[in-house]
């Protein structure tokens, strides 16, 4: 009989030691199930509404203080998620955080500086104390396109995939949003562009624009070091892609489909049925709405 307890008091230590390993945010993470219209959490597979709120800067400029204050408020106001980027748009790789650290060490995306990450993982994890799971952008468009800053690009296909593995390694489960504000064809001059048609209106725009170049595979490989890197620790996470605006998708029965960008008139249409007609199922979700306008204003 004192065998038997024995046992059994041996395998609840050994289930204890198996929750413990579980990331904080274990039962808020969720999933886009294959064919599927709808999220869902992983775990219970209860159906889970993106109530988001965007803080790019969250774990660039801030420190705990006012994250903390940041994130209690946004649990108190009903948000669920909470986007950042670990990469940040704002001189992401050249200014250093609150607390001097850098994302990379020697500027290079394969060696991460762990004094950085060490803020994202406190970040991570006090946000699903309050029940709320962080979206990672892993980084955002004008590393691997120059985006709309015309930066020199730090990530190819062989650092993408690496970069992907480390940050699915350490934050399996959390959803993941690639593109950053970018398309996968892009021209890396667009800053330039920009401040021509500023200074001129009357220019032929794509007449200005570098070669367009394709970083599809670029993109491709950060999602395969994200995905296999989660899949071996359990977890099937949700990987988005955040575009520019632009015409996203040709629907059949409604007016084009738009991000950012607005058809005149019909500010408030969001054409996601535009999406939905077609015969490949998969989840989307209008990311933006038209604060860009409301800010214009």
């Known amino acids: 009989m004192m065998k038997i307890q024995a046992a059994v008091a041996g395998l609840l230590s050994l289930a204890g030691l198996a929750s413990a390993a579980d990331p904080s945010w274990h039962d808020l993470a969720i999933t886009a199930p294959r064919y599927g219209r709808y999220l869902t959490r992983t775990a219970s597979k209860d159906p889970f509404f993106w109530q988001a709120d965007t803080a790019w800067e969250l774990v660039h400029r801030l420190n705990k ?3 903390d204050f940041y994130l209690k408020t946004r649990a108190e106001q009903g948000y669920n998620v909470v986007q950042t980027v670990l ?4 001189d992401g790789t050249t200014r250093a955080n609150f607390y001097g650290d850098l994302p990379f060490n020697n500027s290079d995306p394969t060696n991460p500086n762990e004094a950085y990450f060490e803020l994202v993982d406190w ?3 006090l946000a699903a104390s309050y029940g709320l799971l962080i979206a990672l952008v892993p980084t955002w468009g004008m590393y691997v396109n120059g985006g709309w800053h015309s930066t020199t690009p730090i990530f190819n296909e062989s650092n993408a995939y690496e970069w992907g593995q480390y940050i699915g390694n350490r934050y399996p489960g959390l959803p993941k949003i690639l593109g950053g504000d970018s398309n996968v064809q892009w021209s890396w001059n667009m800053s330039e562009v920009q401040a021509a048609y500023a200074e001129d ?3 032929d725009l794509p007449s200005l624009l ?3 170049e394709d970083t599809s595979s670029v993109w491709a490989s950060m999602r395969a070091g994200l995905k296999e890197s989660e899949s071996s620790q359990g977890y099937e996470s949700v990987v988005l892609y955040h575009p520019a605006g632009g015409w996203i998708v040709k629907p059949e029965v409604t007016p084009l489909a738009y991000g950012h960008n607005m058809l005149q008139d019909e500010e408030d ?4 049925d535009a999406v939905h007609v077609r015969s490949l199922v998969r989840y989307v979700a ?3 709405l038209n604060y860009i306008l409301l800010l214009s204003f």
């Open 65 to 67: 203080t006012s994250i």
């Open 87 to 90: 990469v940040s748009e704002l």
């Open 123 to 125: 970040t991570v994890d």
């Open 201 to 203: 209106p009357d220019q």
């Open 210 to 212: 570098a070669p367009i």
């Open 269 to 272: 249409r969001v054409s996601i």
């Open 286 to 288: 209008k990311s933006e």
